[in-house]
């Protein structure tokens, strides 16, 4: 296991206060749209795998599609917390959009891979 460098850890938490301060922006918004808490998974998916490949020696494709599996889950999170934050006679978000969360894992998982598989064959064409 690598020990990540000081100049990461400040990094990542940058990143991690930037995702701090869009929630806080995204929490009061009275919207309906599945696209915010969709937004911060894939910003939260993005930053967990580059946290863990510097933990952890991921290759890119896996990193990529384990990015892609974990961006409905965590958008089903922010789902439920904003749903249980507002605390309205109505939920936020209806059980449609939820099954429409849902059934687009495998896409999410499918597009992460392939960015993953792309990000590979960029480095290595850098480094020849």
């Not at 020990?3 to 869009?22: H, M, Y």
């Not at 969709?38 to 510097?54: E, G, T």
């Not at 792309?118 to 290595?124: D, K, R």
């Amino acid at each position: 296991m690598n020990k990540p460098s000081p100049s990461f850890l400040i990094t990542w938490r940058r990143v991690a206060f930037g995702l701090v301060v869009l929630v806080l922006f995204w929490l009061p918004v009275e919207d309906q749209s599945i696209l915010g808490p969709v937004f911060l998974a894939v910003i939260a998916a993005m930053a967990a795998i580059v946290f863990a490949r510097q933990r952890y020696p991921l290759r890119r494709p896996l990193a990529g599609l384990l990015a892609g599996l974990i961006v409905s889950p965590i958008t089903l999170l922010w789902m439920a917390f904003k749903t249980g934050l507002h605390g309205h006679g109505t939920p936020d978000f209806t059980a449609q959009q939820i099954l429409q969360v849902i059934q687009l894992a495998p896409l999410w998982t499918l597009a992460g891979g392939l960015l993953g598989w792309g990000w590979h064959v960029l480095a290595s064409k850098k480094q020849s």
